[in-house]
């Protein structure tokens, strides 16, 4: 595996390593003193201190602290990075416009950065069938967003039954989808058709919601989900017990309940 690691470099040794690691398609990791901004479905801040950034090829981008295992901003699959340097400090700028937001990460002073062509397997196979997780998420439905409610199971539409529906916040109505493995383009269009069949039982101009719930989707996945305005929540473990009827744990990150 080819590596690439330098030791207090420059902002400028440290950009034209990032320009050519975004190129190769390397994971990047950035340590260093910086100040964080994201601005978006919200806005945040975070003042100066050590962090580490990390970088994806698919767009994920990911700053962490000494603490936790979460990151305290991030950017999901399907973002943009760029770097520059400006008034004397690095900065890594990620984007992604659908819906519209950036992250700003500003160095002050670059400790190390490391850049790995990462390869391997990219599957995750959840323990559990889809039928514990709709359990999971009628027991916590703040899993898939806060202010979620579950109306139904199996809810018919003229696309097929729905996995689960409810509304959101607001009151509009929410086709959740579930998915126990990776999934491509095709789980995309199905949330979609039974999203448009929801719609076409609606009032005219009713906003309907549509949230995949999987481990993880393809790069073409998400450009669809983004597409078509619908959201992906990704579950990262499902452990059951040997009978596989019960959930010890689950643990969902969501773009909808996440800053940045």
Known sequence: MSVVSLHEPSHRETLWELEAAFA????VSVFGECTVEYDGRAASS???GARLLVLKPDGTAL????????????QPPGSEHRA????????VRSTRTNPSETL???????DHLAAYAVTGGRSVDVVGSEA??????LEEPSLVADGFEPQATERETDAGPVDVFGVDADGHPVVVELKRRRVGPDAVGQLARYVSAVEREEPDGTPVGGVLVAPSVTDRAAELLAEEGLDHVAVDRLVAE??????????VVGDDDTVG
């Not at 514990?132 to 998420?137: E, G, H, N, S, T």
């Not at 040997?242 to 643990?251: I, M, R, S, V, Y």
């Open 24 to 27: 190769r398609g390397d994971t």
């Open 46 to 48: 975070l003042g100066p």
């Open 63 to 74: 700053v962490h602290t000494d603490e936790g295992r979460t990151p305290v901003n991030w």
């Open 84 to 91: 520059a340097v400006r008034d004397g400090r690095l900065r």
């Open 104 to 110: 700003n990460v500003r160095f002050s002073a670059v």
């Open 132 to 137: 514990d997780l709709k359990a999971r998420i």
């Open 242 to 251: 040997t009978d596989g009827t019960e959930l010890e744990e689950t643990d």
